[in-house]
C-alpha cells in the first residue's frame, strides 16, 4: 500500500511554500503533493493524511485561509496543521487546527516554525529574524517531521493515532480574535503608486489574495476591502507602491539566501 498525503499550503512571499516542500524532502515513505489553497479544491479521496499549512497572521491565521476552510467539504481524515511566523506564531497553529476540526478532519500534530520576517510593520519596530530558523529551531523542526513519517505509518499500519490538543498561551488566544482587517488596513495605510517606476505588470493584480487590485494605467486599490497583507508592497519588482508609513522599506519578495540554506532540499 502505497501512503499518500496532500498539504494545503497559503503562501505570499514563500517561506511557507519552502517549509513544505523541506517536510515533504524529509518525510519518510509517504508520497506527498504540495497544493496551493489559491487553486482551488483539490479532490482529497485518494490521500491518507492532509497537512493544512499557512503563516502566522496578527497571532492567527489568514481571513484567506478562514474562509478557504469554510468553503471546504466535511471530510473525515487525519491532518496535521503547520505555521511558519516571524516575530510571533501567536495562536496560528491553534486557529487553523479548530477550523480543520470543525470541518471533520482529525488533528494529529502540529507545528511553527520561525522563519525571517516578511511584515514590513514588525521590521519597522522590531527586526526581521533574518537569520531564523535557528540551529535548535531546524532540530525541532526535523524532530516534528520524524513524528509526522512516525504517524504516517501508523496510518498505514491501520494502528489508532491519536488527537492532537494544540496548546497555547491564553494571551495568543485573546490577541488572535482582535485582528481584524480594518485594523491591518489603518496600520498599513493607504496605498499609492509611483507611476515612474511602475512598470504595469500587472503582478499585484495577480498576486492579491484578496482580489482587491485593478489596473487602468496603473494599480486601483479597493481599500474598503484591503486586508493589509502587504502581499501588494513586497512582490512589486519595482518597489513602486507605497503608503506614507512605508516606502522602499522592508520589501520581502521572496525568501532570503539564509533560509533558503537552511531548508535545502
Given at each position: 500500500m502505497i501512503m499518500k498525503g496532500a498539504i494545503l499550503y497559503f503562501s505570499l512571499t514563500g517561506n511557507t511554500k519552502l517549509a513544505c516542500e523541506y517536510?515533504?524532502?524529509?518525510?519518510?515513505?509517504?508520497?506527498?503533493?504540495?497544493?496551493?489553497?489559491?487553486?482551488?479544491?483539490?479532490?482529497?479521496?485518494?490521500?491518507n493524511i492532509i497537512g493544512f499549512a499557512t503563516y502566522a497572521d496578527e497571532y492567527s491565521i489568514a481571513e484567506f485561509v478562514k474562509?478557504?476552510?469554510?468553503?471546504?467539504?466535511?471530510i473525515n481524515k487525519p491532518a496535521f496543521v503547520f505555521s511558519t511566523y516571524g516575530k510571533d506564531n501567536g495562536a496560528a497553529t491553534k486557529v487553523l487546527a479548530e477550523k480543520i476540526t470543525k470541518k471533520g478532519f482529525k488533528v494529529v500534530l502540529d507545528h511553527g516554525l520561525n522563519t525571517p520576517e516578511n511584515y514590513p510593520p514588525v521590521?519597522?519596530?522590531?527586526?526581521?529574524?533574518?537569520?531564523?530558523?535557528?540551529?535548535q529551531q531546524m532540530d525541532e523542526f526535523?524532530?516534528?517531521?520524524?513524528?509526522?513519517?512516525?504517524?504516517?505509518?501508523?496510518?498505514?499500519?491501520?494502528?489508532?493515532?491519536?488527537?492532537k490538543k494544540v496548546l497555547v498561551k491564553t494571551k495568543y488566544i485573546v490577541l488572535s480574535k482582535l485582528g481584524t482587517a480594518l485594523m491591518m488596513r489603518k496600520i498599513m495605510?493607504?496605498?499609492?503608486?509611483?507611476?515612474?517606476?511602475?512598470?504595469?505588470?500587472?503582478?499585484?493584480?495577480?498576486?492579491c489574495p484578496y482580489k482587491v487590485i485593478k489596473m487602468n494605467d496603473?494599480?486601483?486599490?479597493?481599500?474598503?476591502?484591503?486586508?493589509?497583507?502587504?502581499?501588494?508592497?513586497?512582490?512589486?519588482?519595482?518597489?513602486?507602491?507605497?503608503?506614507?508609513?512605508?516606502?522602499?522599506?522592508?520589501?520581502?519578495?521572496?525568501?532570503?539566501k539564509a533560509v533558503i540554506e537552511k531548508l535545502k532540499v
Open positions: 517536510i515533504i524532502s524529509k518525510i519518510h515513505d509517504v508520497e506527498f503533493d504540495l497544493m496551493n489553497m489559491r487553486d482551488g479544491y483539490p479532490n482529497l479521496d485518494e490521500y474562509e478557504y476552510i469554510d468553503g471546504m467539504e466535511s521590521m519597522k519596530h522590531d527586526h526581521g529574524h533574518i537569520n531564523n530558523p535557528t540551529k526535523n524532530i516534528f517531521i520524524d513524528e509526522l513519517s512516525k504517524i504516517c505509518l501508523k496510518i498505514r499500519n491501520r494502528e489508532v493515532v491519536n488527537e495605510g493607504a496605498k499609492k503608486v509611483d507611476s515612474t517606476l511602475c512598470i504595469q505588470c500587472k503582478k499585484c493584480v495577480n498576486t496603473f494599480p486601483v486599490f479597493d481599500e474598503a476591502k484591503c486586508h493589509g497583507c502587504f502581499a501588494c508592497y513586497n512582490l512589486c519588482p519595482t518597489k513602486a507602491i507605497y503608503t506614507n508609513g512605508y516606502n522602499k522599506f522592508g520589501h520581502y519578495p521572496k525568501p532570503n
